[in-house]
């Protein structure tokens, strides 16, 4: 299984992206992908940016145990992650997920997992920026119970 991390403050090219995960080879059937972008609800109202840090050599340790967990459980030839730090406003992208897999089934269930294990296991810290107040994010349960046995607060 090949995979690739990036974590970076420089948005990224979600169709260079897609682009470069065509290459998994002929027994690729489908590739499933996720972009997520910066909103502008949350913990505050009037969200209007975030601030996001990392544990560096540490995060990409553990995004590397997530897709590799993924594999385990489902057909995954390759995997991407992207995830920006540093300072984003509004409609910013924040982070790509992508899988192939011979199957559509396995490549959607791969990239929802990983998605969801980076929001409750990766070491990220969000901070909400509106107007003259910030708001560090804490874990929601409803993230916890998408993804039951990782790391919880």
Same mark, same amino acid.
């Given at each position: ?66 897709? *590799?967990?993924? &594999?385990?459980?489902? =057909?995954?030839? !390759? ?7 540093? /300072? %984003? ?19 959607? *269930?791969?990239? &929802?997992?990983?998605? =969801?294990?980076? !929001? ?7 901070? /909400? %920026? ?24």
């Amino acid at each position: 299984m090949n995979y690739s991390i990036s974590v970076q403050q420089d948005d990224f090219d979600t169709a260079a992206e897609y682009q470069a995960m065509r290459d998994s080879g002929p027994g690729t059937g489908a590739i499933a992908t996720f972009t997520g972008l910066v909103r502008d609800s949350g913990d505050l109202q009037g969200v209007n940016g975030l601030f996001l840090e990392h544990y560096p050599g540490m995060t990409e340790q553990v995004i590397e145990g997530l897709i *590799a967990e993924a &594999a385990g459980r489902w =057909d995954v030839r !390759k995997a991407r992650v992207v995830h920006r730090v540093g /300072e %984003l406003a509004l409609c910013d992208q924040i982070v790509f997920v992508g899988v192939c897999s011979a199957h559509r089934g396995d490549a959607f *269930a791969a990239c &929802a997992f990983i998605m =969801d294990a980076l !929001k409750t296991s990766a070491p990220f810290w969000k901070k /909400e %920026l509106s107007g003259s107040s910030e708001h560090w994010v804490e874990q929601k349960a409803s993230d916890l119970a998408r993804h039951p046995g990782v790391l919880k607060p």
